[in-house]
């Protein structure tokens, strides 16, 4: 049961992250990337406030602990967003799909140097491999019809800050008693507080913004960050960083998925055959982890820790 929640939860985050970088395209339309960090973080942030109201639960307190989600907010959120919106300019959609897929195998290198994952077996890196060949093959950068330079640095940039904040979080914050929903939100404020003072250089508010793209922010920051960030929380909380990570590699099956059923776009063998390696590679590297076991990082649920008295998990002061 619990590995089919875990799937559960992977397919779930892997809907929803999938349309970030459609959402993405359309807000910078109408928005400069400045804009578009500040203005997901934001309206994730109050999305997530409005839960935790609304659920009863409080945001964490102590200056140790936001210090922490500060720290968890910069490499998770404020740089990889921001890093994301410039990178879009000027990188071809397939050439950032694949360059963001790395996530996976940064969390697997950093997690081995600084020792959280232990010697990774053969097979799952061969997993982990895998899945990144998958997308390699649906996207075929090698049709891009621009190189990225910078552009192609700053996902880079992204996905490694990705693998950054996912152990940090994995390893500082999730698990520690206090409700997923409650760290996920405080988070997302701490990026809002982050990222506004760089609204200086971001240029004028525009004034002649379609409801079309009006849509597409509201969407990508309600839907894409608020919803999708806490389902990551609880997903690195039940099952590590690295195992996290590879939710990465199912975004292009979906994006691809999507795009024939909703638009009609076309489907050859050569992203089929993409699609199974995918699919492949994440099942290995999932049927291969062991089930976490009855430790601090295994509360996924915004249930109260078993066994912890309310006020504990709120850690008050």
Known sequence: MDRIRGWARIGVL???WGSTFLWIEVALEALTPVQVTFARCLLGSVTLLAVCLLS??????GPSVWGRVFVAAFFCNALPFALFSFGQQSIDSGVAGVLNATTPLWSLLIGVVVGSEGAPRPSRVTGLLLGFAGVVLIFAPWHA???GGWGALAIVGAAAGYAVGFLFMSRHLAGRGI??????AAQLVAATVLTAPTLAAGGPTPIDITPGQVIAVVVLGVVATGVTFHLTYRNIAAEGATNTATVGYLLPVVSVALGVVVLHEDFSLRIALGMVIVLAGVGLTR???????????TPAADDPTPGLPRREQDVRP
């Open 14 to 16: 892997a809907l929803l």
């Open 56 to 61: 009863g639960r409080r945001l964490p307190r």
């Open 145 to 147: 019809t621009e190189s």
């Open 179 to 184: 409700p997923t929903i409650s760290l996920s």
């Open 287 to 297: 049927r291969l982890t062991p089930a976490p076991g009855p430790d601090r990082s």
